[in-house]
């Protein structure tokens, strides 16, 4: 077996290393991925309409970070 032989066995090697690595990380990111989605949900909602983006500042600002914060985290679990 040449170089080549041996280059072509380590290559086999490496990419079923990273098959497996990659169904790992996969398994270990699923229970963070649904939240990441919903995340992503909002905000796309504020980029479309950005009308209630201004009015969820205000609302920050006239309510404060922990009462709205306390607001939209139950308003959520609703919501799932």
């Known amino acids: 077996m040449g170089a080549r032989g041996r280059l072509l066995k380590r290559r086999e ?24 989605a919903a995340i992503d949900r909002v905000t796309r909602a504020l980029r479309a309409h950005p009308a209630l983006a201004a009015f969820a500042g205000g609302m920050l600002l006239a309510w404060g970070r922990k009462r709205l914060l306390g607001w939209g985290l139950s308003l959520a679990r609703r919501l799932v």
């Open 13 to 36: 090697r490496l990419v079923a290393l990273s098959g497996a690595q990659r169904s790992a990380l996969g398994a270990a990111a699923a229970p963070v991925a649904s939240r990441l």
